[in-house]
Protein backbone atom coordinates (compact mmCIF):
# COMPACT_ATOMS: atom_id res chain seq x y z
CA UNK A 1 0.00 0.00 0.00
CA UNK A 2 2.74 2.53 0.62
CA UNK A 3 4.20 1.99 -2.76
CA UNK A 4 0.86 3.00 -4.57
CA UNK A 5 1.40 6.29 -2.25
CA UNK A 6 4.84 6.73 -3.09
CA UNK A 7 3.29 6.36 -7.02
CA UNK A 8 0.56 8.54 -6.62
CA UNK A 9 2.47 11.33 -4.62
CA UNK A 10 5.41 10.95 -7.47
CA UNK A 11 3.06 11.11 -10.32
CA UNK A 12 1.36 14.53 -8.51
CA UNK A 13 4.85 16.08 -8.61
CA UNK A 14 5.78 14.85 -12.49
CA UNK A 15 2.27 16.00 -14.01
CA UNK A 16 2.20 19.57 -13.26
CA UNK A 17 -0.97 20.52 -15.29
CA UNK A 18 -4.88 19.76 -14.39
CA UNK A 19 -6.78 17.61 -16.04
CA UNK A 20 -8.36 21.13 -17.77
CA UNK A 21 -4.99 22.31 -18.87
CA UNK A 22 -4.23 19.06 -20.44
CA UNK A 23 -6.85 18.36 -22.06
CA UNK A 24 -7.02 22.03 -23.50
CA UNK A 25 -3.33 20.98 -24.59
CA UNK A 26 -4.38 18.09 -26.39
CA UNK A 27 -6.27 19.56 -28.85
CA UNK A 28 -3.68 21.89 -29.75
CA UNK A 29 -1.66 21.44 -33.37
CA UNK A 30 1.46 21.21 -31.65
CA UNK A 31 0.62 19.01 -29.52
CA UNK A 32 -0.90 16.42 -32.30
CA UNK A 33 2.35 17.04 -33.79
CA UNK A 34 4.74 16.24 -31.39
CA UNK A 35 6.46 12.73 -30.40
CA UNK A 36 6.33 9.55 -31.99
CA UNK A 37 3.47 8.51 -34.30
CA UNK A 38 2.14 5.37 -34.60
CA UNK A 39 1.54 4.19 -38.33
CA UNK A 40 1.12 7.77 -38.96
CA UNK A 41 -1.76 8.08 -36.77
CA UNK A 42 -1.87 9.45 -32.98
CA UNK A 43 1.14 9.67 -31.17
CA UNK A 44 2.40 7.37 -27.95
CA UNK A 45 2.43 10.80 -26.08
CA UNK A 46 -0.91 12.22 -26.91
CA UNK A 47 -2.64 8.91 -26.16
CA UNK A 48 -0.46 9.03 -22.95
CA UNK A 49 -1.95 12.83 -22.52
CA UNK A 50 -6.02 11.74 -22.74
CA UNK A 51 -5.07 8.49 -20.62
CA UNK A 52 -3.50 11.15 -17.61
CA UNK A 53 -6.71 13.51 -18.07
CA UNK A 54 -8.88 10.24 -17.29
CA UNK A 55 -6.52 9.37 -13.78
CA UNK A 56 -6.60 13.19 -13.01
CA UNK A 57 -10.15 12.44 -12.86
CA UNK A 58 -10.54 9.12 -11.43
CA UNK A 59 -10.94 9.24 -7.34
CA UNK A 60 -7.72 7.57 -6.16
CA UNK A 61 -9.65 4.99 -4.89
CA UNK A 62 -10.84 3.72 -7.55
CA UNK A 63 -7.46 3.55 -9.98
CA UNK A 64 -7.27 0.28 -11.38
CA UNK A 65 -3.79 -1.41 -11.27
CA UNK A 66 -2.98 -0.40 -15.06
CA UNK A 67 -3.19 2.73 -13.97
CA UNK A 68 -1.47 2.67 -11.74
CA UNK A 69 1.20 0.97 -14.25
CA UNK A 70 0.45 3.95 -16.54
CA UNK A 71 1.35 5.89 -13.39
CA UNK A 72 4.68 5.10 -13.48
CA UNK A 73 5.75 5.27 -17.36
CA UNK A 74 4.63 8.73 -16.82
CA UNK A 75 6.96 9.24 -14.01
CA UNK A 76 9.53 7.59 -16.01
CA UNK A 77 9.12 9.34 -19.22
CA UNK A 78 9.10 12.78 -17.56
CA UNK A 79 12.38 11.89 -15.76
CA UNK A 80 14.26 10.31 -18.75
CA UNK A 81 13.37 13.63 -20.93
CA UNK A 82 13.62 15.75 -18.39
CA UNK A 83 17.06 15.11 -18.41
CA UNK A 84 17.62 15.63 -21.83
CA UNK A 85 16.64 19.67 -21.62
CA UNK A 86 17.70 21.10 -24.52
CA UNK A 87 19.86 24.73 -24.10
CA UNK A 88 18.46 27.88 -24.71
CA UNK A 89 14.93 29.16 -25.20
CA UNK A 90 12.14 26.03 -24.40
CA UNK A 91 9.49 27.43 -24.68
CA UNK A 92 8.07 26.46 -28.64
CA UNK A 93 10.20 23.54 -28.70
CA UNK A 94 8.85 19.50 -29.48
CA UNK A 95 10.97 18.62 -26.77
CA UNK A 96 8.70 20.64 -24.18
CA UNK A 97 5.42 19.89 -26.50
CA UNK A 98 6.26 16.27 -26.22
CA UNK A 99 6.54 16.59 -22.29
CA UNK A 100 3.26 18.66 -22.19
CA UNK A 101 1.66 15.38 -23.66
CA UNK A 102 3.04 14.05 -21.15
CA UNK A 103 1.32 16.50 -18.23
CA UNK A 104 4.08 17.92 -17.50
CA UNK A 105 5.28 21.66 -18.38
CA UNK A 106 8.62 22.32 -17.34
CA UNK A 107 7.59 26.92 -18.14
CA UNK A 108 5.76 25.88 -14.83
Not at 15 to 32: F, H, I, P, Y
Not at 68 to 97: C, F, N
Not at 103 to 108: F, L, R, S
Amino acid sequence: MSEDKDVRAEFGEAVNMTAGELEKWLKTDESRQAGQHKNGGESVGHESGRRIVRILRTKKAELSEQDEEHMRKVIGYVHRHLAQRPSGDIEDTTWRHSLMNWGHDPCK
